[in-house]
Nanobody
Framework: VQLQAFGGGLVQPGGSLRLSCAAP????????MGWFRQAPGKQRELVAT???????KYADSVMGRFTISRDNAKNTVYLQMNSLKPENTAVYYC?????????WGQGTQVTVSS
C-alpha cells in the first residue's frame, strides 16, 4: 500500500491549507486514517485521526482549527487546517491502519511564515 499525500506549502500566519492523502490499492475498508507531524528537533506527534466508524481524535493544540475528514469511496483522508500558526510548521505525514498494519506516506512540508 502506497500513500500519496498532497497539499503542503508555504502559508502566512492565519491562513489555511488542505492536505489530502490517497490510499490506492486498498480494497477493504480502512480502519483508521490520520495525520501526524514532525517539526525540526521534535518527535513525530499525532495531529488527527478518523476511524471507519467516523470517530475522530485531535491533538489539543489543533482542536477547533483543524478538521479531519475521509472519503471512503476514494480511500482518501483530508486535513483542513485553518488559522495556521508558525508553530504548525512541520512535515505532515498521513498514516492508515489497514488489515492490522500501519502504513505511512512520504510526508508533505507545511511552512507557516510571514
Amino acid at each position: 500500500v502506497q500513500l500519496q499525500a498532497f497539499g503542503g506549502g508555504l502559508v502566512q500566519p492565519g491562513g489555511s491549507l488542505r492536505l489530502s492523502c490517497a490510499a490506492p490499492g486498498t480494497t477493504f475498508r480502512i480502519y483508521a486514517m490520520g495525520w501526524f507531524r514532525q517539526a525540526p528537533g521534535k518527535q513525530r506527534e499525532l495531529v488527527a485521526t478518523a476511524t471507519s466508524g467516523e470517530s475522530t481524535k485531535y491533538a489539543d493544540s489543533v482542536m477547533g482549527r483543524f478538521t479531519i475528514s475521509r472519503d471512503n469511496a476514494k480511500n482518501t483522508v483530508y486535513l483542513q487546517m485553518n488559522s495556521l500558526k508558525p508553530e504548525n510548521t512541520a512535515v505532515y505525514y498521513c498514516s492508515i491502519n489497514y488489515l492490522l498494519r500501519d502504513y505511512w506516506g512520504q510526508g508533505t512540508q507545511v511552512t507557516v511564515s510571514s
